[in-house]
């Protein structure tokens, strides 16, 4: 569950990263996604806000559309971000980079893939992705309140951090 979770949060901090740009990761990826995904722009991501930037994740990666995303469409996906695996990374309070955000580059696209694979056919489906994408979110939402603020976004990544180091 831990890798699984570790996974999914990459997964969307690479998605979301990319778009947001140096200037925003440099406050933190948590406010970073907020600002990605809040599309009320309320302050916070409500569960179908994150859902549409789960799904958002899935389209860019399935290239060919069948609704299949493999390994070989994860690494290509995640090497079309530009910010993803070189200028994404955590920074301390007065913005000074840290170290790297994603830790998981160095894990093969197939490992992501089986920590979320529940029918173990080597592919995420467009529906074991969503699945996954629901449960971090209500592994987030530590106040229960059906929204992601900044700071529980900012605490989904520090978990996968300190997970990552684990491993």
């Known amino acids: 569950m831990k890798m699984m979770m570790f996974c999914?949060?990459?997964?969307?901090a690479l998605a979301t990263t990319a778009y947001a740009g140096d200037d925003e990761m440099k406050h933190g990826s948590g406010q970073a996604e907020l600002q990605m995904m809040d599309a009320d722009h309320d302050g916070s991501v409500s569960a179908s806000e994150h859902a549409?930037?789960?799904?958002?994740?899935f389209a860019m990666m399935d290239k060919?559309?069948?609704?299949?995303?493999?390994?070989?469409e994860m690494e290509a996906a995640h090497k079309d971000m530009p910010t993803a695996h070189?200028?994404?990374?955590?920074?301390?309070?007065?913005?000074?980079?840290?170290?790297?955000?994603d830790d998981s580059a160095d894990k093969s696209a197939a490992?992501?893939?089986?920590?979320?694979?529940?029918d173990q056919d080597g592919t995420i489906?467009?529906?074991?992705?969503?699945a996954g994408a629901r449960k971090m979110f209500d592994?987030?939402?530590?106040?229960?309140?059906?929204?992601l603020s900044a700071a529980e976004l900012q605490a989904g990544?520090?978990?996968?951090?300190?997970t990552a180091e684990d491993q």
Do not use: C, F
């Open 139 to 147: 592994t987030m939402d530590k106040d229960h309140n059906g929204k």
């Open 86 to 101: 070189q200028d994404a990374r955590t920074s301390d309070a007065s913005g000074k980079p840290t170290k790297p955000m």
């Open 125 to 130: 489906s467009a529906a074991e992705h969503e």
């Open 8 to 12: 999914l949060v990459s997964g969307v």
């Open 157 to 162: 990544h520090d978990k996968m951090m300190r």
């Open 52 to 57: 549409a930037g789960a799904k958002k994740m």
């Open 111 to 118: 490992a992501k893939i089986k920590m979320i694979d529940t």
């Open 64 to 72: 060919d559309g069948d609704g299949i995303v493999t390994a070989e």
